[in-house]
């Protein structure tokens, strides 16, 4: 089973400041199975990002993705009031499909 | 309106079983292979189980293979769990998610998801 570990567990930042998240895989793998989620408190994830890199229908351009192999990246170039949220990182190149702990992006 | 809901969670005894249902709309169903994800109190995302559009494609979480069973009907757009032999570690909030393409393992990621249905075991 692939184990995905992101960091920082918590991130605090202001709004408008750069969020920069991690995914580390214990293994290596596709690219192309990496997917970013948002959480909010009290409702369902929300895909953002796909392949590592592509962004989800709707998503606006300060969420990016990056990485490859073990190690992949979520920036949020400026944090919006709404962007506050959970975020986990997700592979499904290898069966199980496992999730990330997730990272908490709050207000500092 | 793309919409996924959820039902059939509950309270239920250790051993025992339960079976939750999705019912979806607003897309063409047998388009999307489907999945279920879990959430265990204040806990992190867990992939339980998916199956692709027509249902000759199935994985299943170490956590739940033999145990549990996902299976879809196309022509009621629905998509069900059947969990036996339920564990206190199975509580969690039940999500019924849509993927983005028709099989389980190709590019695209789950991207539409219901607001959950929640089971609790306990005696």
């Known amino acids: 089973e692939i184990v995905l570990t992101q960091s920082p567990g918590t991130l605090s930042l202001s709004p408008g400041e750069r969020a920069t998240l991690s995914c580390r895989a214990s293994?290596?793998?596709?690219?192309?199975?990496l997917v970013w989620y948002q959480q909010k408190p009290g409702q369902a994830p929300r895909l953002l990002i796909y392949?590592?890199?592509r962004r989800a229908t709707g998503i606006p351009d300060r969420f990016s993705g990056s990485g490859s192999g073990t190690d992949f990246t979520l920036t949020i170039s400026r944090l919006e009031p709404e962007d506050f949220a959970t975020y986990y990182c997700?592979?499904?190149?290898?069966?199980?499909?496992?999730f990330g702990q997730g990272t908490k992006v709050e207000i500092k | 309106e793309v919409q996924l809901v959820e039902s059939g969670g509950g309270l239920v005894q250790p051993g025992r079983s339960l079976r939750l249902s999705c019912a979806a709309s607003?897309?063409?169903?047998?388009?999307?292979?489907m999945h279920w994800v879990r959430q265990a109190p204040g806990k992190g995302l867990e992939w339980v189980s998916g199956?692709?559009?027509?249902?000759?494609?199935?994985g299943y979480a170490d956590s739940v293979k033999g145990r549990f069973t996902i299976s879809r009907d196309n022509a009621k757009n629905s998509l069900s769990l059947e969990m036996n032999s339920l564990r206190p570690e199975d509580t969690a909030l039940y999500y019924c998610?849509?993927?983005?393409?028709?099989?389980?393992?190709?590019?695209?990621?789950?991207?539409?998801w219901g607001q959950g249905t929640t089971v609790t075991v306990s005696s």
């Open positions: 998610v849509k993927d983005s393409t028709p099989q389980l393992w190709s590019i695209g990621g789950m991207d539409v």
């Open positions: 293994d290596s793998f596709s690219s192309s199975y």
């Open positions: 997700h592979q499904y190149a290898y069966s199980p499909r496992t």
């Open positions: 392949a590592a890199s």
């Open positions: 607003g897309f063409t169903f047998d388009d999307y292979a």
């Open positions: 199956i692709n559009w027509k249902s000759d494609s199935i």
